[in-house]
C-alpha cells in the first residue's frame, strides 16, 4: 500500500514539473517569436506623420508630471534636468507631484520656487493623503494639467535636452494615445547586481517592446519616460490604483480602445537602477505582483474582445502572464530534487526524465534572442560575445535566486491580495565612488525570506550530493546555479543590511 502511494506521489510529481517545464517552452517559444519580429523591424521604414516644429502653430501644449515620494538624494538632479528641457516655455508647463512625509518636501519646494522665478511654469503639488499612491497622485494632477500631451518621469530619470522634439511630432496622428522611449542605464557597471538588472531590462526594450510594437501588439507604458495623450488616458478610464502596476493597467485599457501605442528604441532616457538587493527586491516584488494583478483583471477582457486578432491576443495573454514564469521556474527547481529520486527509484519512470530536454531548448532561445539585443546595444565581436556568455549566465543564475521572492509576489497577485505601493528607494549612485551607507531610506531589517532561501540554498546543495550518491550528473549545472543563485541573493541581503 506504501509503495502504491509513493507512486502515486512520483506521478503527481511528474506531472507537476512536466507542466512548469513545458509552459517555460512555451513562454520560450513566444520570446523567441518576438526575436523573430524585432529582426524583421529592422528591414521596416517608418513613415510616420509628424509635427513640424518650424511651423509654431503646429507645437502642442506640453505637461510633464514629476510623481516623487520622498526623493531626497535626488530630486535636484531630477529638476535641474527637467528644467533645461529644450521646448517652448509658453508651452510647457512642470507639475511636480509630491507625496513625500519627510523633510525632502522643504527641499523640493525650495528648488522649484529658485525654478519658477526663473521664469518656468513649474508648481509644487501636494497631497493630504496618499490614496491612489502613484496611480492617485497622475490622476489628481491631470485635472489641472493644462498640456494635450502628459510626459511622466520618475525621480531617477535623466532626459536628454531635445527629449520632448524626439518624441511629441509623433502625435500627428491622431490615433497614437502613447509614445514610449527605451530606458538607458547610468549605473549599469556599478556591481553584478545592476549589470544583470541592466541586462535584463535591455531585452525588455529591445526584443519585447519591439518585438510586440513592430507587428502592432500589445505593449506597455513603462510608468515613465514617455508621454500620453490626455484625451487617450480619459477615454480608458483615467488611472486606477486597483494594481500595483498602474502604468501596465492603463496601457492596456487604452489599447483595447484601438488607441495605438508608438515605441521609440532610438530615444534613450537615462536612468538610475537599485544598488541595493533590498531595493531591487521591493521594485521586482511590485513589477511581478502587478502584472499577475493585471492578469487577473485584464485577461478575460484581452481574450474576449471583438476588435483584435487572434495573435495579439495570444501575446498579449502571455505578456500579462511575464511574471508567472517566475512560478513555474521556482516550481521547476523545487521538484527537480524528488525528480532526481524518482529516476533513480522507479526504472520505468526514467524515460519522463527527458522532458527535462525542453528547458534546455528554451535556455537555448533565450540565450540567441539575447545576445541579439545585447549585440545591438553593446557591439559584437568575439570580446563581447565572450562578456555575454559570462553575463547570460550570472543574469540566469540570480534569476533564478530571485524565484521565490517573485513567486510569493506571482501568488499574492493573482490570489487578489492587496498590499501597498512601495516605491522603489532611490540613490543617486552612477559611479564606484558614491556610496550609499548612510542612505535613509534604506530598510536594515531581514525579509523572512530570505531565511528560506538560506534553507533552498541547503536544499540544493543536498540535491547535488544526491546527484553524487546516485552517480547521475544531468541536473548538477542546474543544481549548481539554483545554488550559487539562491546564496547570490541570501549573502547580500544579509550583508546589504549591515
Given amino acids: 500500500m506504501l509503495l502504491n502511494k509513493m507512486l502515486v506521489l512520483s506521478y503527481i510529481v511528474l506531472f507537476l514539473y512536466s507542466f512548469a517545464v513545458l509552459l517555460i517552452l512555451l513562454y520560450g517559444l513566444a520570446q523567441f517569436n518576438l526575436l523573430i519580429n524585432y529582426l524583421k523591424s529592422k528591414k521596416q521604414i517608418d513613415n510616420s506623420v509628424k509635427f513640424n516644429f518650424k511651423n509654431s502653430t503646429e507645437i502642442p501644449f506640453v505637461t510633464i508630471q514629476l510623481p516623487i515620494f520622498n526623493e531626497k538624494y535626488v530630486v535636484e538632479r531630477l529638476l535641474t534636468t527637467i528644467a533645461k528641457i529644450d521646448y517652448p516655455k509658453d508651452k510647457l508647463e512642470i507639475q511636480v507631484l509630491d507625496d513625500s512625509t519627510d523633510d525632502s518636501i522643504f527641499e523640493t519646494k525650495v528648488i522649484i520656487d529658485d525654478l519658477h522665478k526663473s521664469g518656468l511654469d513649474i508648481r509644487h503639488i501636494t497631497r493630504t493623503n496618499r490614496i491612489g499612491f502613484k496611480a492617485g497622485a497622475l490622476k489628481e494632477g491631470l485635472v489641472t494639467a493644462k498640456g494635450e500631451f502628459i510626459a511622466i518621469f520618475d525621480a531617477d530619470f535623466v532626459p536628454q535636452k531635445d527629449w520632448l522634439l524626439q518624441t511629441i511630432p509623433y502625435f500627428k496622428d491622431k490615433k497614437i494615445g502613447v509614445v514610449q522611449t527605451r530606458w538607458g542605464h547610468l549605473n549599469r557597471d556599478y556591481s553584478i547586481l545592476t549589470k544583470i538588472q541592466a541586462f535584463a531590462l535591455d531585452a525588455h526594450f529591445t526584443l519585447e517592446q519591439v518585438g510586440r510594437n513592430s507587428q502592432s501588439h500589445f505593449i506597455n507604458f513603462n510608468g515613465t519616460a514617455g508621454v500620453w495623450r490626455k484625451e487617450c488616458i480619459i477615454d480608458a478610464g483615467n488611472w486606477e490604483s486597483d494594481t500595483l502596476t498602474e502604468d501596465l493597467d492603463l496601457s492596456y485599457r487604452a489599447q483595447l480602445k484601438r488607441w495605438k501605442f508608438k515605441y521609440l528604441e532610438h530615444v534613450v532616457t537615462p536612468a538610475e537602477l537599485p544598488v541595493l538587493l533590498s531595493a531591487a527586491r521591493s521594485q521586482q516584488f511590485r513589477w511581478n505582483k502587478g502584472g499577475a494583478e493585471n492578469f487577473r483583471k485584464m485577461n478575460w477582457r484581452v481574450i474576449t474582445s471583438k476588435s483584435i486578432p487572434l495573435k495579439t491576443k495570444i501575446h498579449g495573454i502571455l505578456h500579462l502572464l511575464n511574471s508567472s514564469m517566475f512560478l513555474m521556474i521556482f ?119 530570505t531565511i528560506i532561501e538560506g534553507f533552498l540554498v541547503l536544499y540544493f546543495l543536498f540535491g547535488l550530493y544526491s546527484g553524487y550518491k546516485f552517480n547521475d550528473f544531468a541536473l548538477y549545472p542546474f543544481h549548481l546555479m539554483l545554488l550559487f543563485g539562491f546564496g547570490f541573493v541570501f549573502v547580500k541581503s544579509i550583508t546589504d543590511t549591515k
Fill in 331 to 449: 516550481a521547476m527547481a523545487v521538484l527537480s530534487v524528488p525528480i532526481l529520486f524518482i529516476k533513480n527509484t522507479y526504472d520505468h519512470l526514467a524515460v519522463l526524465f527527458d522532458i527535462f530536454i525542453f528547458f534546455i531548448i528554451t535556455s537555448i532561445l533565450f540565450f540567441i534572442s539575447y545576445w541579439v539585443t545585447f549585440k545591438n546595444i553593446q557591439g559584437g565581436g568575439f570580446k563581447n560575445f565572450i562578456k555575454y556568455i559570462g553575463l547570460f549566465f550570472t543574469f540566469y543564475t540570480i534569476a533564478m535566486g530571485f524565484s521565490l521572492h517573485n513567486t510569493i509576489a506571482v501568488l499574492e497577485g493573482l490570489l487578489g491580495k492587496k498590499s501597498e505601493f512601495i516605491r522603489t528607494p532611490k540613490f543617486n549612485i552612477e559611479a564606484l565612488k558614491d556610496k550609499w551607507k548612510d542612505n535613509i531610506y534604506i530598510s536594515k531589517s531581514i525579509s523572512k525570506n
